[in-house]
């Protein structure tokens, strides 16, 4: 899996500001269009959850108590300190995977991918929502980015992992600024209304992955 990384570095001050005003402009409706998306992709029950890179919880925000939330730095909804990268988990510990806006911050997206099919149960489900790199510039929107994906080529990468794509959501176009064309809009309900308007993957700004786990297909070894 080919993704595509910082060619080079922006000023960590210039960066700062950017990023507060792409989330002041544009992020904040983008995230609360994501949390639209995970409501109809998280099943109501589920014995066991692994929220990777969790931050501030948002499945346990969401009402899920069964979840596990994993990330580098401590704070009130992470149970484990943990990289994406390296479960501390047995085999199939999991019924669902959600790696919401994750895998574009990781030095190794493949290692982390095939932790997450591993700590997947069979017939679990794995939830991956990120950029598309293909129109998303690798600091656009956040600083710490790393790397990009193509949506094709992360699909196509999970599906020889073992995993049937059941689904895949396109979020508003890469093609304009959101962060420009919103500072114009001056009502949040038409700002919303413009996220939810259908868009091909492939001119998404970001876009959702759902994958489900069939342990009789295993890894390829092309993956």
């Not at 595509?4 to 992020?27: E, N, P, Y």
């Not at 029950?45 to 948002?58: T, Y």
Request: glycine letters at 10%; one cysteine or more.
């Amino acid at each position: 899996m080919q993704g595509t990384q910082a060619a080079g570095q922006v000023s960590s001050d210039q960066s700062l500001l950017l990023w507060k005003d792409w989330f002041r402009q544009f992020g904040d409706y983008l995230h609360g269009r994501r949390l639209e998306i995970l409501r109809q992709l998280v099943p109501r029950q589920f014995s066991s959850g692994l929220d990777v890179g969790c931050a501030a919880g948002i499945l346990k925000m969401m009402g899920f108590s069964e979840v596990v939330g994993i990330d580098i730095k401590a704070g009130p909804s992470v149970t484990v300190l943990a990289s994406a990268e390296y479960l501390p988990f047995r085999d199939e510990s999991f019924q669902l995977v959600f790696a919401g806006e994750v895998i574009e911050h990781l030095g190794r997206p493949m290692t982390a991918l095939i932790e997450w099919v591993r700590v997947l149960r069979d017939r679990g489900r794995m939830i991956i929502s990120t950029p598309n790199g293909l129109l998303v510039n690798v600091h656009s929107g956040n600083p710490e980015h790393k790397r990009m994906f193509a949506p094709d080529d992360l699909c196509a990468t999970i599906q020889r992992l073992g995993l049937d794509v059941t689904y895949t959501r396109g979020i508003f176009t890469g093609l304009v600024s959101g962060r420009r064309l919103f500072r114009w809009i001056p009502f949040a309900s038409l700002k919303m209304a413009l996220l939810r308007l259908p868009v091909p993957l492939m001119l998404s700004y970001d876009f959702f992955i759902k994958g489900e786990k069939d342990v009789k297909k295993g890894i390829n070894s092309r993956a």
